[in-house]
């Protein structure tokens, strides 16, 4: 990258200092611009109010003590459960201790190395008739289409978690309206909420925006359907062998017990999240990055030319769209900031952590910060094969978290995104809008707060 390429979309930071209550506004306005830019060279910064105290840290040596040395003492913070509780149940992305553990004994088998090959014919299918919607698209809007990727990116995404978890695409009835209600619940309930980070008493009403709590009714209530409708087939012996079915018979190791009915709702739901949500933000972003910086873009389209060959062999063919993609998920985490909850007496950096403290990990402001990175607010996929990059990537790397915590479809995200990218570069050329750019903001995921925006050409027409 050179000093005249323009740098990726970044939000503004509030002023260094603020009230209270200025801070509440500008916080569930959008969590991002919501921080002072020292937080990307602080190595840990604290907020005191009167009744808690909350402490983000971004020192390698710390977020290793949280996430790998002694996860145990940090559980994740019940107040996450907050804003999510109504969609996600008791799943495995809010639980803790002896439940969390027995819950990972199930599902992690389903996603070993070996059932990503399994996968991969569903996860293609699902790119190929992604293609194939955008030449409609396109050829409906005319040449040079101005198209709003995050729904593009939101869609395939979506038909991934269908065709994997369930063997359906899309355009089933059913997995069309959970999508369809999921669009809407994302865009109206934030990851992190003020709850999150203020300690508020249980006689305290929690409010959520318009529609959101019978949205999360509507969805549960669709995938309770395909999940009864699962069961009944892995009783018929007609079930077939995707990760529903790796999941729903995969007996926890150590007590024999499966997930019943309400358990496998909660954790397709969180599925459904992880897999879809995570996967449409990281890929949105992505190709704005490329068409923000077409000398890649070029590179990554020549590349795709591996995908002639159909089998999962291709995938490890695909080594500068995989670097970008990885550069992507640094400057735009999906996940930007967890929350975990000290259960002891700790100390960091010197200061006391008192028991019951919030421990804020931001794989945003970690991700570009300014003691770490070499370049840290331009895009470089080239810096994975440098010394910095590579210490980086051990120490200062958390888009899918790490530890015992870590994203149990990571594996599966890394074949994915490089996979879906190189087959939309391969037969479209993305071009930015003078006036439309981005800008991030903290939803379920990190979104654009109006969308992405960019211009679609067919290569044939575009050479």
């Not at 070993?112 to 955008?134: D, F, I, N, Q, W």
């Given at each position: 990258m050179s000093a005249s390429d323009p740098l990726p979309p970044k939000p503004p930071a509030r002023p260094a200092r603020v009230s209270l209550w200025r801070y509440v506004k500008l916080f569930r306005e959008d969590i991002l611009s919501a921080q002072p830019a020292k937080l990307y060279r602080a190595w840990m910064a604290e907020f005191r109010a009167p009744s808690f105290r909350s402490f983000m840290i971004n020192q390698p040596v710390l977020i290793k003590r949280v996430l790998k040395d002694t996860p145990d003492d940090f559980p994740k913070s019940d107040r996450i459960a907050e804003g999510l509780k109504p969609l996600l149940g008791n799943s495995v992305f809010l639980t803790n201790g002896e439940t969390w553990k027995r819950q990972r004994r199930i599902i992690d088998p389903a996603?070993?190395?070996?059932?990503?090959?399994?996968?991969?014919?569903?996860?293609?299918?699902?790119?190929?008739?992604?293609?194939?919607?955008?030449?409609?698209?396109?050829?409906?809007?005319?040449?040079?289409a101005r198209l709003e990727v995050e729904e593009v990116t939101s869609h395939v995404a979506a038909d991934v978690i269908f065709r994997t978890l369930f063997s359906i695409p899309i355009e089933n009835k059913t997995a069309g309206e959970v999508f369809t209600r999921f669009r809407d619940y994302q865009r109206s309930q934030p990851l992190l909420n003020l709850a999150a980070f203020v300690p508020l008493p249980r006689w305290v009403p929690r409010f959520f925006r318009s529609g959101t709590r019978a949205n999360a009714a509507k969805i549960r209530a669709l995938i309770t359907e395909l999940t009864e409708t699962r069961q009944q087939a892995i009783a018929a012996g007609t079930a077939p062998d995707d990760l529903a079915t790796k999941i729903m018979t995969t007996?926890?190791?150590?007590?024999?017990?499966?997930?019943?009915?309400?358990?496998?709702?909660?954790?397709?739901?969180?599925?459904?999240?992880?897999?879809?949500?995570?996967?449409?933000?990281?890929?949105?972003?992505?190709?704005?990055?490329?068409?923000?910086?077409?000398?890649?873009?070029?590179?990554?389209?020549?590349?795709?030319?591996?995908?002639?060959?159909?089998?999962?062999?291709?995938?490890?063919?695909?080594?500068?769209?995989?670097?970008?993609?990885?550069?992507?998920?640094?400057?735009?985490?999906?996940?930007?900031?967890?929350?975990?909850?000290?259960?002891?007496?700790?100390?960091?950096?010197?200061?006391?952590?008192?028991?019951?403290?919030?421990?804020?990990?931001?794989?945003?402001?970690?991700?570009?910060?300014?003691?770490?990175?070499?370049?840290?607010?331009?895009?470089?996929?080239?810096?994975?094969?440098?010394?910095?990059?590579?210490?980086?990537?051990?120490?200062?790397?958390?888009?899918?978290?790490?530890?015992?915590?870590?994203?149990?479809?990571?594996?599966?995200?890394?074949?994915?995104?490089?996979?879906?990218?190189?087959?939309?570069?391969?037969?479209?050329?993305?071009?930015?809008?003078?006036?439309?750019?981005?800008?991030?903001?903290?939803?379920?995921?990190?979104?654009?707060?109006?969308?992405?925006?960019l211009r679609v050409t067919p290569r044939a027409s575009a050479a």
């Open positions: 996603f070993e190395g070996g059932r990503l090959k399994e996968t991969y014919p569903a996860m293609r299918a699902a790119a190929e008739s992604a293609v194939a919607r955008l030449h409609g698209q396109v050829g409906q809007v005319g040449q040079g007996p926890d190791p150590e007590t024999g017990e499966r997930f019943d009915a309400q358990e496998m709702v909660d954790q397709v739901a969180i599925f459904f999240l992880a897999g879809h949500e995570t996967s449409a933000s990281a890929l949105a972003w992505t190709l704005y990055l490329m068409a923000l910086y077409p000398d890649w873009q070029e590179r990554l389209a020549k590349e795709a030319v591996a995908l002639e060959e159909e089998g999962f062999a291709a995938v490890s063919k695909l080594r500068l769209s995989r670097d970008v993609f990885r550069e992507a998920l640094r400057p735009y985490p999906p996940v930007p900031m967890m929350v975990r909850e000290a259960s002891c007496p700790v100390e960091f950096r010197g200061r006391s952590v008192p028991k019951g403290a919030q421990i804020v990990l931001s794989p945003w402001h970690l991700h570009r910060h300014e003691r770490l990175w070499d370049n840290p607010d331009g895009f470089d996929p080239t810096r994975w094969q440098t010394e910095n990059g590579k210490q980086c990537q051990r120490e200062a790397y958390i888009p899918f978290s790490a530890g015992a915590r870590v994203c149990t479809g990571a594996g599966f995200a890394m074949v994915e995104g490089p996979l879906i990218l190189s087959m939309i570069l391969r037969d479209f050329k993305v071009e930015t809008i003078a006036g439309e750019e981005p800008v991030p903001v903290a939803h379920l995921t990190v979104r654009s707060k109006n969308g992405i925006w």
